[in-house]
């Protein structure tokens, strides 16, 4: 067939699913709901189908183009993924994350090591020789962080600020501090390992420095509680770098290209529930850590809930189900 | 091929043609988006700032959903565009050419802090330079890529002149060419016409302008106008 005939033949069938797709594209919903929706799939095939013809039978770019576009935009349209829903979000919080951290627990337990390893051995080397916290931080560092733990503050573990300033303060630094983990253990794990022990000799040297000079009573009460949420979710955050940076190092037994997605894949979806791990803990850190005032039976008591319900969670959360749903 | 153009079988068999869109084009993207998240930044500090402590943690949040957000709200709910891609006609596709979903947009706009990292974007420029589809290294690792948006079309025809068949039977390959020649002639100056179809005068036995209006006829013949 000549190709003029074959456009004076279907070109206006063209058109037509032409300028449907432009109205698509313009008001998605009230389009959609429109009698021609029904008969976009066949319509789009067909129109796969003449561009193959087209393209067999060497007609030229004008028509080998124009079909070509109308394909491209219609595939976009077919083949468009379902609008993110918050049911299947909140079963992922539920469910999916806690399967994942367990499935991935290699590196769970190896981001933990490299915490609180650091940690304790700083906690015990400036319990025993005090001096060792002037290696760790500077004096006005020291000064500074003695002022915010001062047992006499009405508010413990910051110098100013209201709940909410500190709320907002804690979702910019902590989070983005979660995400730059996984991020940048994509360097062959080098930034993952760095931040989890960098964050470890910190907090090992600053409660032993404290315990030292007396003030341990309001660090600890300040920490316990939110802690749950947020050292457990820099430990998964610097789990999912270490996967993506030994997984660049040693692919296993894949080729490196599709291993990196798949570990990219994971490493994402690690990085969204510390997300909403770190919003928990931004919560509990401004509006229920600082308040000194609580008796010590109230905050010790609300901690522990809170470790053994972060525990419980991840420990046991979407076992009963079956996998893949 | 030499070009930058990406082909991707779809089930129905026929292939998307998917334009990679380079280093430039997106920096300035993500410069129209910087200015934009920077405006947003201003607007909304400058009231927050009577609120005092309060305020400024309102501002910190929106800091972070500026810093963090933004990038994939976009590309995941308004079809693979921020605004600065929108104002390029630039969008990101996923691996198979249909628009992005919601991890590989997160693993994309994470891996950024990685491509970013000596100052401004060099591990990016370089990635981009190297792939094949100018992909950086966040785009390699989501599987996504960033294309160039192509909706208009040329609308070129070829001019109608009486028909003539061609002196002997052409492949569809040859015929192709001189229909294309013909589409493409009314942009073409006269010079460059009479240059281009002066090649054919074998076929044509003519050259100049005689050589041109042969070939329309000829193409005219072959798209089937009696």
Known sequence: MKQERFVALHGSDWDTLESWLRQVEARPQRTMRSPEAVSFPADYRRLCHHLALARARGYSREVTERLQRIVDRGHRLLYRPPAPRWRRMANFLIAGFPRLVRKE?????????????PALIC?????????????????TQLAEFERMYDPANRHIGRNSGTDLGMFGYYIMNNVGIAFRTFASGLVVGIGAVYVLAMNGVIFGALAGHLDNIGYGAPFWRFVVAHASFELTAIVIAGGAGLRLGLTLLAPGRQRRGPAMVEAGWIGAQLALGAFAMLVAAAFIEAFWSSVASFPDWLKYGSAMALWVLVGWWLLRGGAGESRGT | MLDTIRQIETPEGVFLRLHA????????????????????????MIPLALLGEGGMGIGALVVFAMTWVYSVVC???????????RALSLRVVGADGAPITLVPSVVRNLLRVVDMLPGVYGVGLISTLVDPHARRLGDVIAGTMVVHVVDTLGGNQVPTVPAEAPPRALSSEEQAIIVEFAERCPQLTPQRQRELADLLSPLTGQTGDAGVRRLVAFANYLLGRA
């Open chain 1, 105 to 117: 627990w290699r590196y769970m337990a190896l981001a933990a090591a490299l915490l609180y390893v």
């Open chain 1, 123 to 139: 906690l015990l080397l400036v319990t025993f020789r005090p001096e060792f916290a002037h290696n760790v931080f500077g004096s």
């Open chain 2, 21 to 44: 869109a380079g280093a430039l084009p997106r920096a300035q993207a993500w410069l129209i988006d910087f200015a934009i998240r920077a405006a947003v930044f201003w607007a909304v």
């Open chain 2, 75 to 85: 590309e995941v709910w308004f079809g693979g565009q921020t605004l600065g891609k």
